[in-house]
C-alpha cells in the first residue's frame, strides 16, 4: 500500500546538514504551467530553515509576499531546532525558497511506501527484500521478509515444471493444484518439485504466497525425465494460459523451470520461445556445474538478447555459490544455498536444500510479484517484466567471478531497513516419528486451516541441504 504523505524528517542524519547548500546544488527544479504563490497546477514542497533565536518561517514567507494564514500554506511545523514549511507553490516559490540562504533543505513532497513485514522467515526472502542483506546460519528461521504489494502475486498462475508437487502441503493452504502429469499420475516421489514451488508461492516460506501453483509433472520419482514430456508439459501451459486469459481476475503465467539437460536440444528451445512469445514468463536454472550456463538448454535462453531469465545461485555472505553456473546467459543470481521449503513426505514436512534449482524459483516469487503489482503493463509482457527485474535488482551486492554476466541480486523493490544480523534457529526435529494429527475434510480444506498457524513445529526432513539442480 502507497501513501503520500507530507513529513518532515530528513532520511538522513541531521548531524549531516549543517550549512546552508550553494544555489541550485542538488535540488529538483520542476516546471509549472501556472507559476505563482497559488498556482493551481503547483506541487507541493517542503522547506527546512535552521533557527537561530527565533522562528524563521515568518520572515521567508514575507520575502515571496505571503504570510502563515495564506492559502497556500499547507502546513507549519516548528521545534527547537528547525522550521518546516510544506507550501503548495509554483515554480516562482519553488525558485524562491532554494535562493534564500536560510533555507537548508527543501524538496517536491515525496511518496512514501508502506511496507509489511513477515517475521519468522528464510534467510533468502530477507536477501530479496532487504538492502543490509542477511547473516548467521543459514538455517535459522527468524528472518524478515519485507513487501509492498499485499497481493503477493495474486492472479499469477505458476506453472512449476518439475517432479511434481505435493498440491495438500499446509504451505500451498489450497492454492496448489495438479495440471499436466506425463505418468497420469499425480504426487511427487522426489520431492524437488514440492521444494521449488514452496519456495516460489508457499505461505511462510515462499516469495509470492498469493500466487497459484499449477503442477507440471515431466520428472519422474528418480528426478530425471525425457525431453519429450517436457515438450508435452510445456505444451499443456500454453493451452492452459491461453484459456487463462479470457477468465476474470487473471494477471499472467510464469513457467518455472529447475532442470537442465547435458547439452542443448533445439525442440525444447523452440517450445520455450513460442511460450515466451505468447506471454507466459519463463524462469530456469542456471545448472549446478561451475561452469559456462551457454552449454545447455535451457539455461543458454537467457542473456541480454533474451526475454527468458536465467537464474544463478548465491549464498548468505554474498558470495557466488561455488556450484553456480555463471557467464553472459545468466541475468540475475538470488538466494540458492541452505533453502529451506516444503518437502514431499507429508503436509507439515520441511526440508533444505541447495542449488540453482533453489535460486530460480526465487525470481519466479518475484515475476509473479511484480505482475500482481503491475498486471497491465506486466502481466502478459515477458520483455517488460525482465526489464523491470533487472532494473529492480541490487547491483554489485555480491562477490565472486560471474564469467561475464552483470553482477546482479534479485530484488523484490522494498528495503525493510531490518539491519542484517544473527538469527536463533527455530526449526527443530518433532520428538518421535510415531507422531499423528487427527485430520478431518479433505487435505486442501486442511492445508487452509493449518496454515494459519504456520509457526508450530514442523517435521524436518534434512539439514543436510544436499545440491540439486
Avoid at 527546512?48 to 494564514?69: F, H, Q, W
Avoid at 556445474?289 to 531469465?309: L, M, Y
Wanted: glycine letters at 12%.
Amino acid at each position: 500500500m502507497k501513501t503520500t504523505l507530507a513529513f518532515a524528517a530528513l532520511l538522513a542524519s541531521w548531524s549531516t546538514v549543517i550549512a546552508a547548500p550553494h544555489k541550485n546544488e542538488g535540488f529538483i527544479g520542476l516546471q509549472s504551467k501556472n507559476p505563482g504563490h497559488n498556482a493551481t497546477e503547483g506541487k507541493t514542497y517542503i522547506a527546512i530553515a535552521y533557527k537561530n533565536e527565533t522562528s524563521m518561517i515568518p520572515d521567508i514567507l514575507r520575502k515571496v509576499g505571503l504570510s502563515e494564514n495564506d492559502t497556500s500554506i499547507v502546513k507549519v511545523l516548528h521545534n527547537t531546532v528547525f522550521d518546516t514549511l510544506i507550501i503548495q507553490a509554483g515554480e516562482h516559490c519553488h525558485q524562491a525558497f532554494i535562493d534564500m540562504p536560510e533555507v537548508a533543505v527543501v524538496e517536491e513532497e515525496a511518496v512514501v511506501q508502506s511496507f509489511v513485514q513477515r517475521s519468522g522467515s528464510p534467510w533468502g526472502l530477507q536477501r530479496i527484500s532487504n538492502e543490509a542483506g542477511a547473516s548467521g546460519s543459514a538455517q535459522g528461521q527468524e528472518f524478515t521478509y519485507t513487501y509492498e504489494n499485499e497481493k503477493l502475486g495474486a492472479g499469477v498462475d505458476i506453472y512449476v515444471i518439475d517432479s511434481g508437487v505435493r498440491t495438500s502441503h499446509a504451505v500451498f493452504t489450497g492454492r496448489a493444484q495438479q495440471g499436466f502429469t506425463f505418468s497420469g499420475a499425480g504426487g511427487d516421489g522426489d520431492g524437488h518439485g514440492t521444494h521449488v514451488a514452496g519456495t516460489a508461492a508457499g505461505a511462510k516460506f515462499g516469495v509470492a504466497s498469493g500466487a497459484n501453483i499449477i503442477a507440471i509433472k515431466v520428472l519422474g520419482d528418480d528426478g530425471a525425465g525425457l525431453s519429450s514430456d517436457t515438450v508435452a508439459g510445456m505444451n499443456w501451459v500454453i493451452k492452459s494460459h491461453e484459456k487463462r486469459k479470457t477468465q476474470p481476475g487473471f494477471v499472467g503465467s510464469v513457467m518455472s523451470m529447475s532442470w537442465g539437460l547435458e547439452g542443448k536440444s533445439a525442440v525444447v528451445d523452440e517450445v520455450i520461445m513460442n511460450a515466451v512469445n505468447m506471454g507466459i514468463h519463463v524462469s530456469v536454472a542456471a545448472g549446478n556445474d561451475g561452469k559456462d550456463a551457454c552449454g545447455a538448454t535451457p539455461s543458454h535462453n537467457g542473456g541480454a538478447s533474451s526475454k527468458v531469465v536465467t537464474v544463478g545461485s548465491t549464498n548468505i555472505d554474498n558470495q557466488i555459490s561455488s556450484f553456480s553456473n555463471v557467464g553472459k546467459c545468466v541475468d540475475i543470481y538470488a538466494p540458492g544455498e541452505e533453502i529451506v521449503s516444503a518437502w514431499n513426505l507429508g503436509d507439515d514436512v520441511i526440508n533444505f536444500l541447495s542449488g540453482t534449482s533453489m535460486a530460480c524459483p526465487h525470481v519466479s516469487g518475484v515475476m509473479a510479484y511484480l505482475m500482481a503489482e503491475d498486471p497491465a503493463g506486466l502481466g502478459q509482457n515477458p520483455e517488460a517484466l525482465k526489464k523491470k527485474l533487472l532494473s529492480t535488482a541490487r547491483k554489485n551486492a555480491f562477490t565472486g567471478n560471474t564469467g561475464g554476466s552483470a553482477n546482479l541480486l534479485l530484488s523484490n523493490g522494498a528495503n525493510g531497513g531490518v539491519a542484517a544480523r544473527l538469527m536463533k534457529k527455530w526449526i527443530a526435529r518433532s520428538e518421535g516419528a510415531e507422531e499423528k494429527r487427527t485430520v478431518t475434510g479433505g487435505p486442501a480444506a486442511w492445508a487452509k486451516d493449518f496454515v494459519n498457524d504456520l509457526d508450530k513445529r514442523w517435521n524436518v526432513h534434512s539439514t543436510d541441504s544436499p545440491l540439486r539442480l
